[in-house]
């Protein structure tokens, strides 16, 4: 029998093992140290980005709003019909109560403290209450959007009357308002249940709010059953092909195709050939829908290969049918990944705006729609509107809707790590 050389037990304490040792202890800390530095450049990034956006944007979350009594005079108010009457006389009235020395040119400069609209919030009051004909109707309106700033601080005292919006005067005459507790400065909940303006002291994001309602909703019903049927099909009952598997490749393709270019497949098909109604949520809706489809597949699908194949192998083996098996045992335990993939896809797609504006989704609608047919707008596309206006006001607006629109993307991915952890099953 031939010897068997053993081998000679290794020295880890030789100079040579203690310093690579030493070396893959410093790689390992220095990769540590890049993925916490990674980590730490990623937060503060964002940090910054939240700060910028509050810094600009808490301005808008509240409002200047003057108190002003306006005599509603019989003459001025028909009391058979309050709707027709003059109020830019009523609104006038009210001011020259406040400031009887004011004449002449001085009163149409003293009635730019307040918004443009004064006179129809006063209209829409007295048909709301009739019988403050005769008396005195007590509102407080929103001041324009120079003072609105004034009093915010944005637009500076100390400078040259040139150099700003307000005059002198007209700083005087505010800060006597101010000095009588006419003027404060409450929530702006306007912000939320007004559509938008021309004005940015009574524009608001509800028109966008509902309209990004609507086009998520035809997205949601539109890609959540194609999606999972599709993802379905191809993970249980699909032959594997060369056809199958050139499917599989162009979904995964599509995940990764910029939206701009599904906002130009809507242009082309559902608006010029189809010819579906312009800037309405149902073709924003159906366009966000494609851009949804690719995600919701590869997400189902990644759900239903996480179930274990006992779990199949069970149900056929007491007697349920391929259907059954897929209805009454894997899609259940597969629902948790399939609605949290979801609700990332809808987030994703809330957040879009190339599509949108080149469906038309950027109209200027003063009331919010009324169904997914009327012209409306959408959450980033109003903020891209506002970010194109040139009103000091826009610029806090900007940030505010920017603000929001985060706000519903964090809600959404809450949802899905809620249901995630709710729902999910262990084995």
């Known amino acids: 029998m031939a010897d068997v050389a053993i081998p000679r037990p290794i020295d880890w304490s030789t100079a040579e093992a203690v310093s690579r040792r030493r070396r893959r202890h410093a790689a390992d800390r220095r990769l540590q140290l890049y993925g916490m530095g990674a980590i730490t450049l990623a937060i503060g990034l964002l940090g910054i980005l939240i700060v910028s956006l509050i810094s600009t944007g808490y301005t808008a979350f509240v409002q200047t709003m003057v108190t002003i009594d306006f005599p509603i005079s019989a003459e001025n108010v028909d009391p058979e019909d309050p709707a027709r009457g003059n109020y830019r006389a009523v609104v006038q009235a009210g001011l020259d109560e406040l400031f009887p020395d004011v004449k002449g040119p001085d009163r149409r400069a003293l009635g730019q403290i307040l918004t443009n609209n004064t006179q129809f919030m006063v209209r829409d009051a007295v048909v709301a209450d009739p019988s403050v004909i005769g008396g005195t109707l007590k509102l407080s309106i929103p001041a324009s959007d120079p003072f609105d700033q004034l009093n915010k601080g944005t637009i500076p005292r100390d400078v040259p009357e040139s150099e700003r919006r307000v005059s002198d005067q007209q700083i005087e005459w505010f800060d006597q308002l101010e000095a009588d507790g006419r003027v404060s400065t409450p929530f702006n909940w ?60 162009n979904i995964n393709n599509l995940a990764a195709v910029p939206s701009i270019v599904f906002g130009l497949l809507g242009l082309a098909v559902f608006l010029n050939f189809f010819g579906l109604p312009r800037s309405a949520p149902l073709v924003g809706g ?60 809808l987030a994703q797609a809330l957040g879009e705006t190339a599509p949108l504006l080149l469906v038309g989704m950027n109209a200027f609608i003063t009331s919010p729609p009324g169904g997914i047919l009327d012209a409306s707008t959408a959450l980033p596309t109003q903020v891209f509107i506002w970010a194109d206006s040139p009103e000091r006001g826009f610029v806090a607006l900007t ?12 809600i959404m991915n809450s949802i899905a790590i809620f249901l995630r952890q709710r729902l999910e099953k262990t084995w």
């Open 399 to 410: 940030s505010a809707g920017i603000l929001v629109l985060l706000g519903f993307l964090i």
């Open 190 to 249: 306007g912000l939320f249940f007004n559509a938008d303006s021309r004005f940015p002291e009574l524009a608001g994001l509800a028109g966008a709010i509902v309209g990004s309602f609507y086009a998520l909703l035809v997205c949601f019903l539109i890609s959540f059953p194609i999606g999972i049927a599709a993802a379905v099909y191809l993970e249980e009952f699909a032959p594997k092909n060369r056809w199958t598997d050139l499917i599989e490749v």
């Open 286 to 345: 159906m366009v966000l829908a494609l851009m949804t489809l690719p995600t919701i597949i590869i997400v189902t699908r990644a759900s239903l290969k996480a179930v274990p194949p006992s779990i199949r192998e069970g149900a056929l083996g007491v007697g349920a049918s391929a259907h059954q098996v897929i209805t009454h045992h894997v899609l259940p335990l597969a629902l948790p990944g399939i609605m949290t993939g979801t609700i990332i896809g």
